[in-house]
């Protein structure tokens, strides 16, 4: 399967130039910025994802990040627009001198969304695993040879999923989540779905969810996210699908039957409810993130960790963003991965 996969992804690769958005100068992100859908396969039936490639002034960078949003974001869960772009960790990687690929997942945002019950854990580390190929072909403006794919929550589920089944990243930042989320906060989390019949007015098809107004409050710690933070995510919620709140733990399978094996960075906020809560889990600090996820990696690739002071689930969005951005831009320094 992975190879029929892999050589529909090489015949519709070609398309790609096509398919591209002339690029423009962003001056808030510090980067030369383009906007382009990106040939992919799910189900034997073709879709586009939509992705903006942001560089630095100088040029691309060696590595490229390839950016994974959780559910019910999309790819501005990177790049929020409004706020001087205080909590965008594209623009501060592009300051970094870091190129970004921040994408809408398969079935969200500007993305293709095919039937819900196909869009799941598997689906979407195929799709990821598509677009590493078509970036290191150059099939994104130019060729990388040195990815490293960055998630968020359920994105982070998508890249520890490709890394451990296709094995063709160079490192893995993985932020908000850690295996096994909790049950209590997870049927809370749940709850606080609805269906979802449309997006941006258009109908879309059945098996698609989204949270109910005011449910992406449960993401933040209350003393350190400012409420016009929680009302732009609320005007801009979108959809997640059963598929994918049905397979969340594939990872965990996937991981203990064939860990990670390249150098990866877990962050995790000091709160995340998901993870950090006892009496299912134990507080969070980052021995206890360490010894907790060491079974998932390889004895080569014990995964680094930062603890996010005083920080819930969306620590890119919290007032102290930045301190998890700190040590994402250390930890890449760190590990070889140039600009």
Known sequence: MKSGWGRIAVASAAMLAGLMVPGNAN???GSACRDMDIPVTVAGSAYTVYGRLCNPDAGPSATLQVLVHGLIYD???WDPPEFDKR???VRRAAAEGYSTLAIDRIGSGRSARPAGTDVTALSNADVLHQIVQAARRGDLVNPWSRIVTVGHSFGTVVTELEAAT???VDGIIGTGWMNMPGLLPSTELLARHTS???ADGQPIPPGYLTMRPGGMAIFYQPDNVDPEVLAADDRR???DTVGEIATPTTV???QIMNPIAVPTLLVVGEHDWLFCTP???RSCDAATVRETQRMYFSPQAVPSTYVQAGAGHSIAHELNGVDGFDAMIEWLGEHGFDR
Do not use: K
Request: charged residues 20%; aromatic residues 24%.
């Open 27 to 29: 001056a808030d992100t």
């Open 75 to 77: 790819h501005f869960y």
């Open 87 to 89: 909590y965008s960790y």
């Open 166 to 168: 296709y094995r063709d």
């Open 196 to 198: 979802a019949n449309y």
């Open 237 to 239: 919620r979108g959809t």
């Open 252 to 254: 965990t399978l996937a």
């Open 279 to 281: 009496p299912e889990h």
